[in-house]
Structures are given as structure tokens and as C-alpha cells.
């Protein structure tokens, strides 16, 4: 198989049938909205192995579509002490709710998205088992809980060979330092840059 790139054709498809409304409208959604047949894929068979488990993790995670400049991210039950001066959240007390930004779904490669959604997914699983997901005083590459997401997508990532140039951008957050970064990238053996 080929290796994707970032430019490369194939890696703007994603997956074989990964789909995306793209034309979905701002608001709050089912997961499945957004993402028909998410459910169906390999990854999702692999991210929770039981079908009852599948079903029951996909029939009850929200999307929201916000009108802001961001990626995505899983809803706060409630507001974070810690990010009460930088950052105002959507917050769902109620439901698991993965929040995307309306420029990040209409424009971004398929690969991206599959990637951040199922990222998004193994956050949500984790809290569900009692993961806190923004431990105060813990760098974001530090966390088992980003850690553990991640090597989930960069394993799914090289099962249709996807190539270290395009996981290095992915891996690679405004958020972070670059030293923070290459930690990041040892910690899923990504390679660095040459």
C-alpha cells in the first residue's frame, strides 16, 4: 500500500467509508449525525469491542457544531476552575458531547476528522470510567488520558499506512512547545523530522 501524505489525494479521503455531513448545521446533534456509519467502521470495532457496548457508546455521544475557531474537543460536565480566566467552553452536564468547530468539519481532510473524532471517542470512554481529563498541574503530553488517545489514532492511522510526515503535522497542537511535541512523538513512536 502506499504511503499517504498530507497533500496526497488519498489521505483527504480518510478511510474507506468514513463519511462526514459536512453541510450539518451549527447546533447539537447525534454523533451519528455528523458522522453516518461511524459506528460500522473498524476503528469503532476496535475502540469497544462489544456490539452492545458499540451501541450504546454511539447512541448516546452528542456533536456539537459551534461558530468557533477550533478543532475539537468533549464537553465539560462543568466548568473547569482552571480555565475560568482562558477559556469559555461549551459545558453539557448532561450528555457526552464532543464540540467541533464549523470550519474544522466543513474544511478539513477526512483523515483529520477521523482522526480527532475517534481521538474525541476515547476521551469520552475514559470518562466514563471515572478519567479526569484536565488534571490540574499536568502538561497535556504528560496526560495517560491524551497519551492513550492518541496512540489509538496513530495505530489506526498506520493500518492503512499513513506515513510519519503526516502524524508529525497531526501530533503537532498550537498548544504545545516544540519540546513538548517531540515528547509527544517519542511517546507514540512517531518519528521526528529529519
Known amino acids: 500500500m502506499a504511503k499517504l501524505t498530507p497533500s496526497s489525494r488519498d489521505a483527504e479521503a480518510g478511510p474507506e467509508g468514513f463519511r462526514v455531513d459536512r453541510a450539518l448545521a451549527l447546533g447539537r446533534h447525534p454523533l451519528l449525525a455528523a458522522f453516518p456509519g461511524l459506528e460500522q467502521l473498524p476503528a469503532a470495532k476496535r475502540l469497544v469491542r462489544t ?31 482552571t480555565f475560568r480566566r482562558r477559556w469559555k467552553p461549551v ?21 483529520m476528522l477521523f482522526l480527532d473524532i475517534f481521538h474525541e471517542l476515547c476521551h469520552v470512554l475514559q470518562r466514563q470510567g471515572g478519567a479526569e481529563l484536565w488534571p490540574p498541574g499536568v502538561s497535556y503530553v504528560e496526560r495517560w488520558t491524551e497519551v492513550e488517545a492518541y496512540r489509538f489514532v496513530v495505530d489506526e492511522a498506520r493500518k492503512f499506512g499513513v506515513a510519519d510526515a503526516f502524524l508529525r503535522d497531526y501530533l503537532r497542537v498550537e498548544w504545545i512547545s516544540e519540546a513538548e511535541h517531540r515528547t509527544l512523538l517519542g511517546a507514540l513512536g512517531v518519528s521526528a523530522a529529519p
Open 91 to 111: 459545558v453539557s452536564p448532561e450528555a457526552d458531547c464532543v464540540v467541533i468547530g464549523e470550519k474544522h468539519l466543513r474544511e478539513s481532510s477526512a483523515l
Open 51 to 81: 456490539r452492545a457496548g458499540r451501541e450504546q457508546l454511539f447512541a448516546s455521544t452528542l456533536v456539537e457544531l459551534v461558530d468557533e475557531d477550533l478543532w475539537m474537543y468533549i464537553a465539560p460536565r462543568e466548568m473547569p476552575t
